[in-house]
C-alpha cells in the first residue's frame, strides 16, 4: 500500500507524541460497553500514580516500577450520552468477539445490501425509519463509509493514546485505521482520526490497483471542560472523499453468451470509463453550561456539505449499458456530467436537567439548507425548517428506565417515540411523519429529470423483545410491526414515485446464544419477514434472513494468548432484490432478476497476544459445492469468491 504525505506526517506526530510528557488520569469511573461472548480485556491498576515535581513526567507504576497504562485510562465518551445527562465513559476495545467483521457491511450483521465489495454502495435489507424527518440530500448509498460528526468518540486520556489497524482483504481490498488523542491537560483533549480503503474489483480489473473504490476521511475533535466543571464543548471537523470507477454489473448471458455470471476475475462487466465520487465536510460544535445545579443550556451547531458527481464517457463502450438501460440524452450525447451539491446549516438550542431519577430537555432548531443541481444550468432547490422538541428519562433503577422523547417540524411532519425497559421486556414505540428526500422531490440529470410534490411518508412502529438470561445461554423472542404509508421509492423505469397503497409489515424474529463452561459458543440471529397491503411490492426484502456462528473462546499458554476459532454462515431467501443505477446512485425496483437462496459459510480465527490483536477470515469456504457456484448480493452483482482476509490491530497507550 503506497503511504500518502498525511500518513507520513500523522506517524511522525504520533510519534512526537508518545514521547512527550504522560498526562493527569482521568476523572469519572470506567464503564465498560457491553459484548457478547469471552471478553477478555486485560485491566491495569489505575489506582497506583507517583506525582513529581511541577514540569516533571508523571507515569501510571505498579510496585515493579512497571508501565500499567492500558485500555483503564484510556477512555472516550459519545455526545449523545452527555445531552442526555448520562456520565458513562467507556474503555478502549480489545475484545476479540467480532473482530473479523472489519469491512462496514459485516459490522452491521450482514444487513445490508451492497455490490459485493468494500466501499460499494448499499443499503439496509429492512426498512428504516430515517433519523431525520427533514429534508436530506436522498444520496445515502455511501453512508456506511462516512464518520458522521454526531457518532465521534472522545476521549479522556490518562497517557497517549493512538490506535492502528490495518486490514488486507483477498483480492487487495485493504483499509488502514489510524487513530491518536491525547490530553493537553486534565481538562482539555484533543485528537485525530485517519481511515483509507482501497479495495480493487473483483469483478475483471485490469491491473493489480485497478481499484472500484477508494476512500480517504480524516476528523480532527477536541472536548474541553472549564475548571469549575460548569462549561463543557465538544468539537469536531469530518472530511470524507469516496471515489468509485463503476461497472454496472455482469453482462448477461443472455445478452452476450460468451459471459458467465461466476468467472469472477474474467467476468464482462458494462462499464470501463465510468466514475462517482462523494465528498463530505462537516463541521460540527456541542457545548452546554450548568446556570445551577442539574439545570443546563445547551447549543449544538453544525455545517454539513456534500458534493456528489457522476461521469461516464458515453463515446466509449460505455454507451451500450446506457443504451440499454438510461437511453434517455437530456443535455449531451457524448458524456454524461451528473452533479448536485447539498449543503445545510443546523442550530439547535435547549435547556436540560435532572430532578431525581428524571430527566428532561427542551429544544429548538432551526435549518436552512440547499441543493444544487448542475446540467446546463444551476437549479436550486432551497429549505427551511423549524423545529421544536423535548425529551422525557426515568431511570427507576439499573435495571428499569423509560424515556419518550418528540420534535415537530413546521408544518405538519413529526416524531414521537417511547422505549421501556425491564429486566424480562423491552418495548418501543414510534410514530412519524417525515419528508421524502430532496433528489426525490427534484432531480435534474443527462439520463432523468423530474420536479414532483410529494406528501410526507408516514409510518408507526412497534417494537418488542421478550429477554431469557440463563447462565450458560439467552433466548430472546422478538417482533417488528411496521405500517407504511405514503412511501417514496425508485420504480421500475428507475423514476421516483409515492404508493398509492400502504404495507404492513410483520418481523417476528429470534436471537439467541448458547456457551458450554464459557469456551464453546453458539449465536444466531433468525427474521421472518410477512408483508401486506396494497404497496407491499414497493418493498424487495427477502422472506427469511438468518446469521449464525459456532466458535471456541479461550486463553492459552497461560494467558499470554486468547484465541477464538471458529465457522459462521449467513443466509437470505429467494428475493427479488434491488438493482443499482449508477448514474442515479440509487437502488431502484426491478423483476426480472432472482437473487436466489444461497447459504454462504466463513471460517475465522481471531487472536490476541497482549492487546494487539489479529484476525484470519476465510470467506465463502463453501464455493463450487452447492448447486450453484456462487452468490449474488444485487441482481447482476456477485458475492465474494473464495478469499482469505488477514488484519492486525495495534494499540499503544504509551
Given at each position: 500500500?503506497?503511504?500518502?504525505?498525511?500518513?507520513?506526517?500523522?506517524?511522525?506526530?504520533?510519534?512526537?507524541?508518545?514521547?512527550?510528557?504522560?498526562?493527569?488520569?482521568?476523572?469519572?469511573?470506567?464503564?465498560?460497553?457491553?459484548?457478547?461472548?469471552?471478553?477478555?480485556?486485560?485491566?491495569?491498576?489505575?489506582?497506583?500514580?507517583?506525582?513529581?515535581?511541577?514540569?516533571?513526567?508523571?507515569?501510571?507504576?505498579?510496585?515493579?516500577?512497571?508501565?500499567?497504562?492500558?485500555?483503564?485510562?484510556?477512555?472516550?465518551?459519545?455526545?449523545?450520552?452527555?445531552?442526555?445527562?448520562?456520565?458513562k465513559k467507556y474503555e478502549v476495545d480489545t475484545v476479540l468477539t467480532g473482530f473479523h467483521y472489519y469491512e462496514p457491511v459485516a459490522n452491521s450483521g450482514w444487513m445490508y445490501q451492497d455490490l459485493g465489495n468494500v466501499g460499494s454502495a448499499a443499503k439496509p435489507i429492512f426498512y428504516h425509519i430515517p433519523q431525520m424527518i427533514g429534508t436530506t440530500s436522498g444520496f445515502h448509498v455511501y453512508d456506511l463509509y462516512h464518520h458522521s460528526a454526531d457518532s465521534m468518540r472522545y476521549f479522556d486520556t490518562?497517557?497517549?493514546?493512538?490506535?492502528?489497524?490495518?486490514?488486507?482483504?483477498?483480492?487487495?481490498?485493504?483499509?488502514?485505521?489510524?487513530?491518536?488523542?491525547?490530553?493537553?491537560?486534565?481538562?482539555?483533549?484533543?485528537?485525530?482520526?485517519?481511515?483509507?480503503?482501497?479495495?480493487?474489483?473483483?469483478?475483471?480489473?485490469?491491473?493489480?490497483?485497478?481499484?472500484?473504490t477508494e476512500n480517504t476521511s480524516y476528523s480532527f475533535h477536541t472536548n474541553y471542560k472549564s475548571e469549575d466543571g460548569k462549561y463543557l464543548l465538544l468539537a469536531n471537523l469530518t472530511r470524507t472523499r469516496h471515489l468509485v470507477n463503476e461497472q454496472g454489473g455482469?453482462?448477461?448471458?443472455?445478452?452476450?453468451?460468451?459471459?458467465?455470471?461466476?468467472?469472477?476475475?474474467?467476468?464482462?462487466?458494462?462499464?470501463?470509463?465510468?466514475?462517482?465520487?462523494?465528498?463530505?465536510?462537516?463541521?460540527?460544535?456541542?457545548?452546554?453550561?450548568?446556570?445551577?445545579?442539574?439545570?443546563?443550556?445547551?447549543?449544538?451547531?453544525?455545517?454539513?456539505?456534500?458534493?456528489?458527481?457522476?461521469?461516464?464517457?458515453?463515446?466509449?463502450?460505455?454507451?451500450?449499458?446506457?443504451?440499454?438501460?438510461?437511453?434517455?440524452?437530456?443535455?449531451?450525447?457524448?458524456?454524461?456530467?451528473?452533479?448536485?451539491?447539498?449543503?445545510?446549516?443546523?442550530?439547535?438550542?435547549?435547556?436540560?436537567?435532572?430532578?431525581?431519577?428524571?430527566?428532561?430537555?427542551?429544544?429548538?432548531?432551526?435549518?436552512?439548507?440547499?441543493?444544487?443541481?448542475?446540467?446546463?444550468?444551476?437549479?436550486?432547490?432551497?429549505?427551511?425548517?423549524?423545529?421544536?422538541?423535548?425529551?422525557?428519562?426515568?431511570?427507576?433503577?439499573?435495571?428499569?428506565?423509560?424515556?419518550?422523547?418528540?420534535?415537530?417540524?413546521?408544518?405538519?411532519?413529526?416524531?414521537?417515540?417511547?422505549?421501556?425497559?425491564?429486566?424480562?421486556?423491552?418495548?418501543?414505540?414510534?410514530?412519524?411523519?417525515?419528508?421524502?428526500?430532496?433528489?426525490?422531490?427534484?432531480?435534474?440529470?443527462?439520463?432523468?429529470?423530474?420536479?414532483?410534490?410529494?406528501?410526507?411518508?408516514?409510518?408507526?412502529?412497534?417494537?418488542?423483545?421478550?429477554?431469557?438470561?440463563?447462565?450458560?445461554?439467552?433466548?430472546?423472542?422478538?417482533?417488528?410491526?411496521?405500517?407504511?404509508?405514503?412511501?417514496?421509492?425508485?420504480?421500475?423505469?428507475?423514476?421516483?414515485?409515492?404508493?398509492?397503497?400502504?404495507?404492513?409489515?410483520?418481523?417476528?424474529?429470534?436471537?439467541?446464544?448458547?456457551?458450554?463452561?464459557?469456551?464453546?459458543?453458539?449465536?444466531?440471529?433468525?427474521?421472518?419477514?410477512?408483508?401486506?397491503?396494497?404497496?407491499?411490492?414497493?418493498?424487495?426484502?427477502?422472506?427469511?434472513?438468518?446469521?449464525?456462528?459456532?466458535?471456541?473462546?479461550?486463553?492459552?499458554?497461560?494467558?499470554?494468548?486468547?484465541?477464538?476459532?471458529?465457522?459462521?454462515?449467513?443466509?437470505?431467501?429467494?428475493?427479488?432484490?434491488?438493482?443499482?443505477?449508477?448514474?442515479?446512485?440509487?437502488?431502484?425496483?426491478?423483476?426480472?432478476?432472482?437473487?436466489?437462496?444461497?447459504?454462504?459459510?466463513?471460517?475465522?480465527?481471531?487472536?490476541?497476544?497482549?492487546?494487539?490483536?489479529?484476525?484470519?477470515?476465510?470467506?465463502?469456504?463453501?464455493?463450487?459445492?452447492?448447486?450453484?457456484?456462487?452468490?449474488?448480493?444485487?441482481?447482476?452483482?456477485?458475492?465474494?469468491?473464495?478469499?482469505?482476509?488477514?488484519?492486525?490491530?495495534?494499540?499503544?497507550?504509551?
Amino acid at each position: 500500500m503506497r503511504f500518502s504525505p498525511i500518513i507520513i506526517l500523522f506517524l511522525l506526530f504520533c510519534f512526537w507524541a508518545v514521547q512527550s510528557q504522560a498526562q493527569i488520569r482521568p476523572t469519572g469511573p470506567p464503564t465498560r460497553m457491553p459484548q457478547q461472548g469471552n471478553t477478555n480485556l486485560q485491566q491495569g491498576d489505575p489506582d497506583q500514580e507517583i506525582t513529581q515535581q511541577s514540569g516533571e513526567r508523571k507515569k501510571l507504576i505498579d510496585d515493579s516500577t512497571k508501565m500499567v497504562f492500558g485500555p483503564k485510562t484510556t477512555l472516550y465518551f459519545l455526545e449523545k450520552d452527555i445531552k442526555r445527562n448520562l456520565t458513562k465513559k467507556y474503555e478502549v476495545d480489545t475484545v476479540l468477539t467480532g473482530f473479523h467483521y472489519y469491512e462496514p457491511v459485516a459490522n452491521s450483521g450482514w444487513m445490508y445490501q451492497d455490490l459485493g465489495n468494500v466501499g460499494s454502495a448499499a443499503k439496509p435489507i429492512f426498512y428504516h425509519i430515517p433519523q431525520m424527518i427533514g429534508t436530506t440530500s436522498g444520496f445515502h448509498v455511501y453512508d456506511l463509509y462516512h464518520h458522521s460528526a454526531d457518532s465521534m468518540r472522545y476521549f479522556d486520556t490518562k497517557s497517549p493514546y493512538t490506535q492502528m489497524d490495518a486490514f488486507f482483504g483477498g483480492g487487495n481490498r485493504n483499509m488502514l485505521d489510524l487513530s491518536f488523542a491525547r490530553n493537553i491537560n486534565p481538562r482539555w483533549n484533543v485528537g485525530l482520526n485517519f481511515h483509507t480503503i482501497k479495495a480493487r474489483k473483483t469483478l475483471n480489473p485490469n491491473a493489480r490497483d485497478d481499484n472500484l473504490t477508494e476512500n480517504t476521511s480524516y476528523s480532527f475533535h477536541t472536548n474541553y471542560k472549564s475548571e469549575d466543571g460548569k462549561y463543557l464543548l465538544l468539537a469536531n471537523l469530518t472530511r470524507t472523499r469516496h471515489l468509485v470507477n463503476e461497472q454496472g454489473g455482469i453482462i448477461s448471458p443472455d445478452i452476450d453468451t460468451t459471459s458467465l455470471f461466476f468467472a469472477y476475475e474474467d467476468a464482462k462487466v458494462w462499464l470501463r470509463n465510468s466514475r462517482a465520487t462523494d465528498l463530505r465536510v462537516d463541521y460540527h460544535l456541542y457545548h452546554e453550561y450548568e446556570i445551577v445545579k442539574g439545570w443546563q443550556v445547551y447549543h449544538v451547531f453544525d455545517k454539513r456539505k456534500q458534493d456528489v458527481l457522476f461521469r461516464s464517457n458515453l463515446n466509449s463502450s460505455d454507451s451500450l449499458f446506457f443504451n440499454r438501460f438510461n437511453p434517455e440524452r437530456l443535455v449531451s450525447r457524448d458524456s454524461t456530467y451528473n452533479r448536485g451539491h447539498f449543503s445545510e446549516w443546523r442550530n439547535e438550542v435547549g435547556f436540560k436537567g435532572d430532578i431525581g431519577p428524571l430527566y428532561y430537555n427542551a429544544f429548538a432548531k432551526f435549518r436552512s439548507g440547499r441543493m444544487h443541481l448542475y446540467d446546463t444550468l444551476m437549479r436550486r432547490n432551497n429549505f427551511n425548517e423549524l423545529f421544536l422538541g423535548g425529551a422525557l428519562r426515568g431511570d427507576i433503577n439499573e435495571k428499569w428506565r423509560f424515556e419518550a422523547e418528540g420534535e415537530y417540524l413546521l408544518p405538519g411532519a413529526f416524531r414521537i417515540q417511547g422505549l421501556f425497559v425491564s429486566p424480562f421486556l423491552e418495548a418501543s414505540y414510534i410514530k412519524a411523519l417525515y419528508k421524502p428526500t430532496s433528489v426525490q422531490d427534484f432531480y435534474s440529470g443527462n439520463h432523468h429529470s423530474w420536479d414532483n410534490s410529494f406528501s410526507n411518508i408516514g409510518v408507526d412502529q412497534i417494537k418488542g423483545v421478550l429477554k431469557a438470561d440463563f447462565p450458560s445461554w439467552n433466548f430472546r423472542p422478538n417482533i417488528t410491526l411496521n405500517r407504511v404509508s405514503n412511501y417514496v421509492y425508485f420504480n421500475e423505469d428507475q423514476q421516483a414515485t409515492q404508493a398509492e397503497g400502504g404495507a404492513f409489515m410483520v418481523i417476528p424474529g429470534l436471537t439467541y446464544s448458547f456457551h458450554i463452561k464459557k469456551k464453546f459458543f453458539w449465536e444466531s440471529e433468525l427474521y421472518y419477514n410477512i408483508i401486506t397491503g396494497d404497496g407491499k411490492e414497493n418493498f424487495r426484502i427477502p422472506e427469511i434472513v438468518a446469521n449464525s456462528r459456532i466458535y471456541f473462546d479461550s486463553p492459552m499458554f497461560d494467558e499470554n494468548l486468547f484465541i477464538q476459532i471458529g465457522l459462521e454462515g449467513r443466509f437470505r431467501s429467494d428475493n427479488f432484490a434491488e438493482a443499482y443505477n449508477p448514474a442515479l446512485q440509487q437502488f431502484h425496483l426491478q423483476n426480472d432478476f432472482n437473487v436466489f437462496a444461497y447459504p454462504v459459510l466463513d471460517f475465522f480465527m481471531n487472536l490476541r497476544i497482549n492487546r494487539t490483536r489479529v484476525l484470519v477470515r476465510m470467506n465463502h469456504i463453501n464455493i463450487n459445492i452447492m448447486n450453484e457456484p456462487g452468490y449474488f448480493v444485487t441482481p447482476n452483482f456477485t458475492g465474494l469468491r473464495r478469499t482469505l482476509d488477514l488484519g492486525i490491530s495495534w494499540p499503544l497507550f504509551d
